[in-house]
């Protein structure tokens, strides 16, 4: 007869057996006593299985005097508890490598291995921006292994937003997301305003670095002037008028060469349109004074050449969009009194001399000879000018001073007149008087043909717009500039003053 026995045994001892056709039975004293047992199909079965259930255990068969063994390596495997990232990184710079976090996983067997994610991507470790270190610990009393993963990284731009994971089998740790910082590499002035920057607005300037975390810091440079602003990107240009365009810029504190700039340009509050309504001319005369292209002062009537008949009724008419204003203003030209000439003429019946006295100034200036005289003889005040005629008998060759004067200053002449009795001796051998006639008549003349050729000149100045056409004989270039700026300012005033009156 033939019997057959199945013994399972291990290393320590005998664990359990069974005879044919009957049920096994353990025959284990130690720890396996009550943890094994037999399934149908002959397998040995082992409870509560621990670290230490690791090793050899041998089934063996008895069958008369065959006996056969199957040793059995029994390799326990412990899944990792978790996983987890410490130790994170505040936050990344670019370019510079980092500790970026420290992923564990523990209680497995055998020793888990992790991998780090970007982007749930694996980062492989390249030994320059990507550096892995990894470390197993075996815990001495339950066996089971610990690994830890440090990862050092190195940020680039686009970081911002990734999420690092780390894993271990098949479990993941929770995503972390990191600040990446960098510096400043451009930066860029803008303007905040709504519409087209008017005069009397408040113009803000922001600057905008790219930088993480960006500046706190700038220095505005306005119009040359350097403003510094902390805590803040923003600077605020109050009331700004024409003058105020120009070049602005903003830069970083530590890098001044880390600017940006922009040309700002301070419209005029409106298109003004001046229009000379004087009806004596059929011409009018229009500035545009528009500031929408470049914003120079250019562009509004400057009157660099202005005379005295300037004066006059001015209508201003502003556009704005669809609206229209217009405003009307006096114009008046003011200056201090310029004597243009002084000639002496003799008489038709050769008993007298007529002096004249030729100025020009407003207001109306006032005429006075150092000689008493007769016929005294003002012509009409036209356009800023006055002839006074004096007429006398010098009875002794004289030198007579003519004077005009008015509020704002005076202008004196003198001229040589000789006394008549010594040129009637004389008869025509004194030129000097006929002279002056005939260099009249030819003054005239010439001043006729000066006079063709100066209003076209003029003419084509003024369309040129050129600074250079000041033909105005003994003016001073000086103090018609100022009296133009002076009357701007005139003007500017009046229109407040007008256009307030008026209805939209
Ligand atoms: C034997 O039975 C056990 C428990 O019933 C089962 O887990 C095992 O897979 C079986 N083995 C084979 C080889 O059929
Ligand atoms: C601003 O104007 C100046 C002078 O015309 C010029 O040199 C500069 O390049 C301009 N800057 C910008 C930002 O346009
Ligand atoms: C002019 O006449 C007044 C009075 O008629 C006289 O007082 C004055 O001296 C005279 N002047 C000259 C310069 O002759
Ligand atoms: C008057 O002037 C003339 C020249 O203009 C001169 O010849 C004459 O001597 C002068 N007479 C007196 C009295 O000074
Ligand atoms: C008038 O005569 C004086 C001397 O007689 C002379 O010094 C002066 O220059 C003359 N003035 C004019 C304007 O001719």
Redo the contacts with the bound molecule.
Sequence with gaps: FITQTVLYLQDDGDLLTQLKDQDASVIATDKYKDRVSM???S?L?IAAATLKDEKTFTCMVVAGADISEYPVKLLIHKAPTGVEITALATELEIGKPTQLGQCSTSDANPAASITWFKNKKPLVADGKGIIISSKVKVDEVTGLTTTSSILQYTAEKGDTAALFTCGALNTLSSPVSFTVTYPTERISLHVISKGPLMEGANVTLKCKADGNPPPTSFNFHILGKVVKVENSDSYTVTDVTRESTGEYKCSIIDNAKMEDSKNITINCKSLFIYRYLDQWFKLLIIFVHSFQDNGKLDSRPTFDKLTYSDSGKYEVVVTMGPLIKKASFELVVEGVPVIRRVAKRRGEDGQHKVLTCEAEGSPKPTVAWSVNGTSADESPYVNGKITHKLTIVPTVNLTVVCTVSNELGQDTRTINVSTLFEEVRMDKQDSSDEGDTTKLVVGVIVGLLLATVVVGLAYWLYMKKSKQGSWKTGEKEDGSTEESKKLEEKIEEKLEENSQKVEV
Excluded: K, P, R, Y
């Design positions: 399934a149908e199909n397998s079965l």
